[in-house]
C-alpha cells in the first residue's frame, strides 16, 4: 500500500475510533507526545500533549453523547520522506438527547512514519462554523 493510501487509513480510523469510542485503538494512531490545536473552536492555545491525556479528555466527554458521526472529505496530502502533511475537510454530528450539534471545520494532520506506521504528531482543527436542531419526539 503506498504512503496516501496508509496516511487517508490513519486518518479516516482516527474519526472511525473517535465516533465508536474505541480508545484503545485510537491511542495507537498518535505519537507518545502530539501537539494539539483547537484553539479556533476552543480559545484555548495549542498544547503538547501526551497521548494518554488527549485521549482521557475525550474519553470523558464524548461517551456522554447518544452517538456521534463523522464525515471526511477533500483529502490533500504532501508527503516528503518520513513527514507528512494531510489536509481534510469535514463535520460531525453529535446527538444528545433531543438535539444534534453539527460542527463544521478542516483538519490538518501531522504524520511521522515510524517502522511501517504512520502516527499524527500533530493535529490542527480549523473552525468553520456549526449549528444546531432540536428534534422532536413523536408521542
Not at 487509513?9 to 501537539?35: G, P
Not at 456522554?64 to 502533511?85: D, E, M, P, R, Y
Amino acid at each position: 500500500m503506498d504512503n496516501n493510501l496508509k496516511i487517508k487509513q490513519t486518518i479516516k480510523s482516527f474519526f472511525s475510533y473517535t465516533d465508536k469510542n474505541n480508545w484503545l485503538e485510537l491511542e495507537t494512531l498518535f505519537t507518545d507526545k502530539v501537539a494539539l490545536d483547537l484553539s479556533s473552536y476552543t480559545n484555548k492555545p495549542s498544547a503538547i500533549l501526551n497521548t494518554n491525556e488527549i485521549v482521557n479528555e475525550w474519553q470523558h466527554f464524548l461517551p456522554a453523547l447518544n452517538t456521534s458521526h463523522s464525515k471526511i472529505n477533500s483529502f490533500i496530502t504532501q508527503v516528503n520522506g518520513k513527514i507528512a502533511h494531510s489536509y481534510w475537510y469535514g463535520y460531525s454530528n453529535y446527538f444528545l438527547d433531543n438535539s444534534t450539534y453539527n460542527l463544521f471545520g478542516s483538519y490538518d494532520f501531522y504524520l511521522e512514519k515510524i517502522n511501517r506506521y504512520w502516527k499524527i504528531t500533530h493535529l490542527i482543527f480549523n473552525y468553520k462554523h456549526h449549528d444546531i436542531h432540536n428534534l422532536k419526539t413523536s408521542a
